[in-house]
């Protein structure tokens, strides 16, 4: 039995959100993952962002593949409606609801097997399309569900719990979502909160498609001596190029900085992204040296993290379709059905 | 020489090469003779190629109004030099033989008992257009202008048929009549007038419409509601998509806006493409995808997802010939099978087996009704056959005070009542459960879809009885499909009848006219067309009111046969197969030959009797 429900009792003055909920309101059931598993900081995460975004957790539709990943749509949002579809396979899924009905808010989570290795076709062709979504990869360099081989993203000479040394190149899943057209790209570690929720926030503002690529290490397989994607290993080898500390527009600006630290995106729907610089030169929208600079980092053994890239005037699949602005599902025989006079013309032509 | 003579009752067949525009110019042909009120039947015969590999066009001219392919060839139309020898083999003894005689042909590449028409197309071609391609497209107008003369087709048809066709670009309208009428003098001045094949006006075709069955069902995905479509590009199917695409443009675009009613995605493959549609049916929307029996193989773990998680989807199967790449361009009915039980584990599907384009019209509208009553994916078993040939079939109806039917879709209003919901509990005693909308209430009605384990309330549970609690109540939904999905239909025997014949889809046709040649040699048949599965049991007292049942369908193994005696139960020693399976569509002559065979052998007077 893996379906435990959370006790629902909380302090009479947790803190409500403009849409009244607590962020005990965003929860799901109890993790059934490891203890100390990365997945369940991220699963915070989304909780923590969801609340502070005002969201109305009945208009978030979470949808997953299959793996250790793709079970935490269970643990977070209890309110929302849930998809855990098949394996590498969560990308079209998604983008068929999304097209259904385009007011809700869709969150995509997957793992590295699930988007690197059988699903990558499917994660390249969401990203070509620009499915507005937040797709969130947890990225742990291991499949853990069927305990400890290697997945796609395993760095080259990382070694395995068994002693095994991984010789494939690995899948980079933010220089693939640059490269293919994604426009929200970001990369973050899952022990990194003040890093990963504002990031997870402005993906959720982002109106087109935001790819988060979040390394969240395997506490049973994949957090040792000889891997790369352990807590030290990550913590050691993080080059943060951005802090993202606040979106404009909802949260108020509390701390001074220094001129030449802070650079201001606004997006065309007008939500601004504040970002304080930590890298000097680097510019989150210019794909181009984006792409550059993740591979100068990663060939010195870096893994940078932080708002890689965001295209300021981006669109998505609903615009690429010219779909109309009434959900495709609110459409009843009126709207969808041109009716017998018009087939009748139709038989007419036929003859 | 015999000479064939024939009144509105013959085969003529194009030999052409393809890329060369041929295509066009043989449709026109052949709705001149519609035009006429003689009903015609129309095949392409192509390959999997572009440019330069041999194609035909079969057109059966039928007064009686048979559809089905008959065999052989009355008038060959032979324009490809590469394949002379095997087109001329196929004309009938005292046939004809039109070709373009510019280049002379030695007598040893002929026939002594058909009819040569030799016409000089390429010079009259390169006499009269400068231009390569005009003298590539206009040699196919001044054929069908020499053949109206040969045939005695109304060439006024064919000018009223370029009016329509070119309405409002003149020049282009008053280039094909003159190559239509350059034709057309030559043959009546040049080569004698008509031949013994003649199109003689008739009133046959009626009210009837002249359309492919891609395009009809394609019209059922609009008129059914469908507003997601996701696809893959795949022979013969492609098609299906490409018409869904052109309708909507024509009857979804909103007038205020400009914007689409609806969204077509050209997914990456045919993974993506079911998982679109499952998505979007998940979601609220009617949606489908169409493919062919490829498509269908990589569907297969998606489809049992939907059919595990109970997420309507359509999906349009345009069979061909397998397997795996099999004969991309020729027809088969042999995914029935795969479709029926689609997926690893215990599966079931609901199919729905249409004869024409007008039924691929109205099971296409039917499907997505069905899918979103019983919450589960439904099949419209087309093939190549019907899919990718224009048929003259019954019009289209609608009735416009037609409701769509969502199926069991809990409202914001009843969650709010207070209304107990369980995704997967059986509250109807029909299997079929509710379901909601992501999105619809705040706090109720929100569950988990997944394709593992759960119980009544969506929640995962491994345990042995929430699962076969689960499977039993799809087993109830399965029987409830059996009251929805369309009857068969039972064409009795004029005389009493010992054989019966079970039959289905494309070979609708070739059965029909094999029943009456039957009837008229004295070999009487009760004929039940199977339009759906799973099978009523109107099907299982047919099989046992007959001694012999013949099972006639287009694929090696017998797969309707198989369903037959594993779903509905049938005796299956009473069960005769009559197999069709070389790609090629069936004909009425096979029908009848064997279906004779089998009764020739059946009818023999039991030695007991003889000895009594």
């Known amino acids: ?351 | 020489m015999k000479r064939i003579d024939a009144i509105n009752d013959f085969v003529v067949k194009f030999a052409n090469v393809n890329g060369s525009g041929s295509a066009s110019a043989n449709e026109l042909f052949a709705r001149a003779i519609l035009r006429m009120g003689v009903p015609v039947s129309p095949r392409n015969i192509f390959p999997s190629n572009i440019q330069g590999l041999p194609t035909w066009y079969e057109v059966r001219v039928s007064e009686s109004g048979y559809q089905g392919r008959r065999g052989g060839v009355d008038l060959m139309v032979a324009m490809n030099p590469q394949t002379w020898d095997a087109d001329l083999k196929e004309i009938e003894a005292g046939g004809y033989v039109f070709h373009d005689s510019t280049k002379a042909l030695t007598k040893s590449r002929l026939r002594d008992d058909i009819n040569v028409i030799g016409m000089p197309l390429t010079e009259i071609c390169n006499a009269t257009y400068t231009d390569p391609r005009q003298r590539q497209l206009f040699k196919n107008i001044i054929y069908v202008g020499a053949l109206s003369a040969l045939l005695d087709i109304d060439p006024n048809e064919i000018e009223r048929l370029f009016s329509e066709q070119y309405k409002g670009k003149e020049a282009l309208l008053q280039s094909n009549v003159k190559a239509l009428r350059l034709g057309r003098d030559y043959a009546l001045q040049k080569l004698g007038g008509p031949i013994g094949l003649r199109v003689k006006r008739s009133n046959k075709v009626g009210h009837r419409i002249f359309i492919d069955g891609n395009s009809a069902a394609a019209l059922g995905a609009v008129y059914g509601g469908a507003t997601v479509c996701a696809w893959y590009p795949i022979t013969p199917s492609s098609s299906l998509a490409e018409a869904f695409i052109r309708h909507c443009q024509k009857y979804r675009v909103d007038p205020a806006t400009g914007k689409n009613r609806f969204a077509v995605v050209q997914a990456e493959d045919e993974l993506a493409s079911i998982g679109i549609a499952i998505g979007a049916g998940w979601n609220g929307a009617r949606a489908f995808t169409c493919t062919s029996g490829p498509g269908i193989s990589l569907m297969s773990e998606f489809i049992g997802l939907a059919y595990f998680a109970e997420i309507p989807v359509v999906i349009f199967d345009v069979q061909r010939g397998g397997p795996s790449t099999g004969m991309p361009t020729r027809t088969q009915q042999s995914d029935l099978l795969s479709c029926a039980y689609a997926s690893h584990g215990d599966t079931k599907h609901v199919l729905l087996l249409p004869e024409d384009p007008t039924e691929c019209f109205e099971f296409s509208a039917q499907a997505f009704d069905l899918a979103d009553r019983l919450q589960t994916p439904v099949f419209v078993m087309s093939d190549l056959d019907i899919g990718m040939n224009t048929r003259l079939c019954d019009p289209l109806q609608w009735d416009d005070t037609r409701a769509y039917d969502r199926g069991k879709v809990m409202t914001h209003a009843e969650l709010e009542a207070g209304r107990d919901f369980g995704r997967y509990l059986d509250v109807d005693g029909d299997g079929i459960p509710y379901r909601t909308y992501p999105g619809t209430h705040p706090t109720r009605g929100a569950y988990f879809t997944r394709g593992t384990t759960k119980d009544r309330y969506a929640r995962y549970s491994e345990t042995g009885p929430d699962y076969v609690d689960n499977m039993q109540r799809l087993l109830r939904k399965f029987e409830t499909a059996k009251t929805l999905v369309p009857k068969p239909l039972l064409y009795p025997a004029e005389r009493p009848a010992r054989f019966g014949a079970i039959f289905y889809g494309s070979t609708s046709a070739a059965m029909q006219e094999a029943l009456e040649v039957l009837a008229e040699r004295g070999i009487h048949v009760n004929a039940l067309r199977v339009r759906g599965f799973p099978f009523q049991d109107e099907i299982a007292d047919f099989v046992a009111s007959h001694p012999w049942v013949f099972v006639v369908e287009q694929n090696r193994d017998a797969q309707l046969k198989t369903l037959l005696v594993n779903e509905a139960k049938v005796n299956s020693a009473r069960l005769l197969s009559v197999l069709h399976y070389d790609g090629t569509p069936i004909t009425a002559r096979f029908i009848v030959d064997q279906i004779a065979q089998h009764a020739a052998a059946r009818m023999v007077v039991p030695l007991k009797k003889v000895v009594s």
């Open chain 1, 1 to 351: 039995m893996t379906y435990i429900a959370k006790p629902k009792l909380h302090h009479p003055e947790l803190a409500r959100n403009k849409v009244g909920h607590t962020r005990r309101d965003y929860e799901g059931t109890v993790s059934t993952l490891c203890a100390g598993c990365g997945h369940d900081s991220i699963s915070a995460a989304i909780v923590q962002a969801c609340w502070e975004l005002d969201i109305e957790p009945h208009r978030v539709a979470k949808l997953s593949g299959i793996g250790c990943s793709s079970k935490t749509p269970t643990y977070f949002l209890g309110n929302s409606h849930g998809f855990n579809s098949v394996h590498g396979r969560m990308p079209s899924v998604l983008t068929g609801a999304n097209l259904a009905n385009r007011d809700l808010l869709y969150i995509g989570v997957s793992g590295d097997g699930d988007s690197a290795s059988i699903g990558l076709g499917q994660f390249a062709h969401c990203m070509r399309r620009g499915v507005n979504m937040v797709y969130i990869v947890e990225n742990n360099g291991v499949y853990g569900l069927t305990k400890g081989q290697f997945s796609a993203t395993a760095d080259r000479g990382s070694k395995s719990k068994r002693g095994v040394i991984n010789n494939d190149e690995p899948v980079d899943l933010s220089g693939l979502a640059l490269q293919l057209g994604a426009t929200f790209v970001a990369r973050s570690f899952s022990g990194d909160k003040r890093q990963l929720v504002p990031l997870i926030k402005a993906a959720v503002e982002h109106q087109g498609a935001a790819f988060i690529d979040v390394v969240s290490p395997c506490v049973a397989f994949n957090n040792h001596t000889g891997s790369t994607k352990s807590y030290d290993y990550v913590r050691e080898h993080n080059d943060a190029v951005n802090r993202l500390d606040f979106i404009t527009g909802r949260d108020e600006i509390t701390a001074d900085y220094e001129p030449g630290e802070v650079v201001e995106i606004t997006q065309h729907d007008g939500v601004a992204l504040r970002l304080r610089k930590l890298a000097p030169d680097y510019d989150p929208t210019n794909r181009i040296k984006a792409m550059n600079y993740l591979q100068e980092r990663a060939a010195a053994g870096e893994i940078v993290t932080g708002l890689l890239y965001v295209r300021p005037d981006a669109r998505d699949l609903h615009a690429y379709l010219n779909t109309i602005d009434t959900t495709l599902t609110r459409l009843g025989e009126r709207e969808l059905c041109p009716g017998a006079v018009a087939l009748e013309k139709v038989n007419a032509a036929l003859r």
